[in-house]
């Protein structure tokens, strides 16, 4: 097993074309001051003083892929609401083009972020699974759109938007194209066929059970690669770093953070700027090294962030 350390940075990039498709959300932080407890139950009270708006989902790791240059593009689902309209300005705002289908029976997906004192207090969920018809048009689009970008980044947060997700890999597979995939769920058999897929420790635990040792793991993680007939597996291990396993090679990534302030969002920022860099035609271990670099400084910002080319010295 090799070791990897930081190594020379890259110089500058060109801009790689990514299309992100997945599970759109808008996440909304409500920052405030809590000096006491509520009378009406064990809780303490948040005098909210300032409000944040940011792309959360897919369209966050949209918002890191834009952040590092390339041309992206996202495809979703959001609906006909005032959340939709932020989350349109937004992309706007960072020059992504946005595909997105307005579902007027579904309301956008809000993460609700309750911030004191510099601590997230509470989170509140609001979502909608998008219909049939919607779904089907995203596919015709998908189909229409993936042409025209170099790189595909399926974002699966397991609410309803991928339901198609088999179909998009293989069209993608017939196009040469790569596809990276963020999973979830209990059955990773509808990634098959699939570039990379880049599943943390839980999720990886849930699909081929824990594990006693490296060597265990090395043969469960292999062994689930081929059947997926996957060109690799990358798993992000938090503290432990990532271990990406191809196939004549597992590579161990140790973790980079300085300090480990919010998690919320690493793993967009991790896929985002794997994408990135493989666009760019960097080599797929270095273009992990750097996506490793660019999660450990994720983690030390608050909330859904995004890393700069200046942090990465890119």
């Keep these: 097993m090799t070791i990897l350390n930081s190594g020379n940075p890259l110089g500058a990039l060109s801009n790689a074309r990514i299309l992100i498709v997945g599970d759109v959300m ?3 932080y409500w920052f405030g001051e ?20 940011r792309l959360g989902g897919a369209a966050n790791v949209a918002r890191n892929a834009a952040t590092l240059g390339a041309q992206t593009g996202l495809l979703g689902v959001i609906g006909q609401d005032e959340a939709g309209a932020v989350v349109e300005g937004l992309l706007t705002d960072l020059g992504i083009s946005s595909y997105l289908n307005r579902d007027p029976a579904i309301s ?21 699974a998008p219909t049939d018809t919607v779904l089907r048009d995203k596919l015709t689009q998908f189909n229409a759109l993936i042409g025209n970008y ?7 947060y397991a609410k309803g938007s991928l339901v198609n997700v088999a179909d998009m890999i293989g069209v993608g597979k017939k196009l040469g194209k790569r596809l990276l995939v963020d999973p979830k769920g209990d059955d990773f058999s509808r990634y098959k066929g ?13 699909i081929i059970g824990n594990w006693k040792s490296e060597e265990e793991l090395t043969t469960k993680a292999q062994n689930l690669r081929r059947s997926l007939d996957l060109e690799a597996l990358l798993l992000t291990r938090s503290e432990e ?7 004549n ?9 300085r300090e480990v302030f919010d998690v919320s969002g690493a793993g967009d920022t991790v896929i985002a ?9 960097v080599a797929l271990t270095e273009a992990v090294r750097i996506a490793n670099l660019a999660g450990g400084i994720v983690v030390g910002k608050l909330g859904t962030a995004t890393v700069t080319r200046e942090e990465l010295a890119l």
Excluded: C, H
Excluded at 194 to 206: F, G, H, K, Q, V
Excluded at 249 to 257: D, M
């Design 150 to 156: 170099d790189v595909i980044i399926l974002s699966d």
């Design 34 to 53: 809590v000096n006491r407890i509520s009378p009406e139950a064990p809780v303490p009270v948040v005098r909210v003083e300032r409000r944040e708006e």
């Design 249 to 257: 090679e597992v590579v161990n990534f140790p973790a980079v953070a």
């Design 26 to 28: 808008l996440d909304r």
């Design 108 to 128: 956008t997906i809000i993460k609700l972020r309750v911030i004191g004192r510099q601590q997230q207090l509470v989170r509140v969920d609001f979502e909608d």
């Design 194 to 206: 699939a570039s990379i897929l880049t599943p943390n420790r839980s999720e990886l635990i849930r």
């Design 241 to 247: 770093g990532m271990t990406l396993y191809q196939d």
């Design 273 to 281: 700027t794997l994408a990135v860099m493989l666009g760019n035609g």
